[in-house]
């Protein structure tokens, strides 16, 4: 193909989907480069998706997008082995445009997001892998695709190529990642009639309802599981930091089954049918993990920037938000021809004044305090399992005596002052 283009997005994604319709939408000719047989064939996510962030790209999407469900109620689990302390919000508000957030099957959402690119002139070309950046003095001038013919021009390359980023790795612009800067995910797709769901999970017609769980799920390493509803599915999956899963030797489909087993799930899911099975990777080095972001005709946008908030299950909407900005940059470089790094630099700025930037730096630390400290998943869950059923149990003991005994499950096998020190120091990561 010897035709130029203003821009080439790598990755049909919902970042790389963002950026293309917002540049196509402005006039700008564009071609989104997928290796997927379509888009969101090889997209994983729970998922939630942001109804705010999409609407900044899509206004009113929610009219005519395949979306599962509008989450109505938010809840929060710490598991214990037998038990579970609950807390959570409901929200009527959130059933009405424009909503809160959906569930959504990134399979189906992808491609109506792709076909929304297309009917404002982007061409979206599949099944094809870019496997490098054209270079010339130093700047990217384009992408050398597997087809044969396969070099593509452009003023632009925006790499949106997911977590792991191959493109933005053989620029330099990161290293590997390390295994504590990655969690691994997997899921599964169970059937389930509607009505059966919103009986379970107490939830009106078409409503949804969205479960994050903290605890004995993961056996101990940092990470979370989660259920969601969808219209006649439930999404479950769980995650935890490659480094703890290849520690432990813990194998992802082990951890899955366990979840589906423990007490506390298994009356949800019951009779339900698996039919989908997904594993993928998520970025979690946050902050001090950004890559470097642009450079002389290349922007780096949504996973492949590491810009995923852990701690609030937040990375598609910052792959929404990275990829209008990148758009936007590209929109006025246009304006002046300039594609240089100083130019590109604007998004640099857009993405630092963002909450991108703000909320990855306010929990910067939390998935290190975690790992470093096994005591926050081993003792302190467990522990607050054990003081709630201490408190609630009616047995004649006093109320003083028992918060006394909670006093002891807390900080049993270490002093008061680490137990303060540990909760302290918790309370400043993820306040
Ligand atoms: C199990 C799981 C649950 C999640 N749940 C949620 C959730 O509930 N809410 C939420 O907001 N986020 C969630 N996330 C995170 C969210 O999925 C990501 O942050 C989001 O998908 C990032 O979008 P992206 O476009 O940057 O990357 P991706 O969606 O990964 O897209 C990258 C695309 O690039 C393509 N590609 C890669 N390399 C090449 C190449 N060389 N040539 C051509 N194409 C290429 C891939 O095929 C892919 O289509 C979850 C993630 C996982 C794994």
């Known amino acids: ?100 957030n959906f569930t959504v099957f990134r399979g189906k959402f992808d491609q109506w997001f792709a076909k929304k690119c297309v009917e404002v002139g ?85 409503m949804g309802a969205t479960i994050e769980i903290f605890g004995d799920t993961t056996l101990g390493m940092v990470g979370t599981a989660f259920i969601y509803t969808n219209k006649d599915h439930i999404s479950i999956g769980c995650g935890a930091l490659l480094s703890q899963m290849y520690e432990k030797r813990v194998e992802p489909y082990e951890l899955l089954e366990y979840i589906k087993n423990h007490p506390m799930v298994k009356p949800l899911i019951a009779g339900s049918q698996p039919c989908e099975y997904y594993a993928h990777l998520i970025p979690e080095g946050g902050y001090k993990s950004i890559p470097k972001l642009v450079d002389d005709g290349v922007i780096v946008i949504g996973d492949a920037a590491q810009f995923v908030n852990g701690i609030h299950r937040e990375g598609s909407n910052m792959g929404m938000t990275s990829g209008r900005f990148a758009a936007e940059t590209i929109i006025r470089a246009k304006g002046t021809s300039d594609f240089t790094k100083s130019t590109l630099s604007n998004y640099e700025d857009l993405i630092k004044e963002s909450y991108i930037t703000k909320d990855l730096k306010k929990y910067k630390n939390a998935s290190s305090t975690m790992e470093n400290n096994g005591a926050y998943f081993n003792h302190y869950m467990p522990a607050l399992n054990k003081s709630v059923s201490e408190m609630l ?34 309370l400043k990561e993820v306040k």
């Open 393 to 426: 149990t009616v047995d004649g003991e006093s109320k003083s005596k028992k918060q006394k005994l909670i006093v002891k499950h807390m900080t049993k096998g270490r002093s008061m002052f680490t137990a303060a020190l540990d909760i302290f120091k918790m």
């Open 1 to 100: 193909m010897s035709e130029k283009f203003d821009a080439i997005v790598v990755g049909a994604g919902v970042a790389g989907l963002a950026a293309a319709y917002t540049m196509s939408k402005a006039g700008l000719k564009v071609i989104v480069i997928e290796k997927g047989q379509h888009p969101g064939s090889k997209n994983v996510m729970g998922g939630v998706l942001y109804s705010h962030m999409m609407a900044e790209i899509i206004p009113d999407f929610w009219k005519d997008a395949p979306l599962e469900r509008p989450i109505i109620e938010q809840n929060l689990w710490i598991m214990g082995k037998e038990s579970v302390v609950k807390t959570g919000y409901k929200d009527m508000e959130w059933s009405k445009a424009p909503y809160n």
């Open 122 to 206: 982007t061409l979206i070309v599949n099944e094809t892998v870019v496997k490098e950046c054209i270079m010339e003095n130093n700047k990217v001038i384009g992408v050398r695709t597997d087809r044969p013919d396969g070099d593509i021009l452009a003023d632009v390359v925006v790499l949106a190529d997911g977590v792991n980023s191959l493109l933005g790795k053989s620029l330099g612009f990161h290293k590997e990642w390390r295994k504590d800067q990655v969690a691994l995910c997997v899921m599964e797709e169970l059937k389930m009639p509607s009505d059966k769901i919103e009986e379970r999970f107490n939830l009106d017609k078409g």
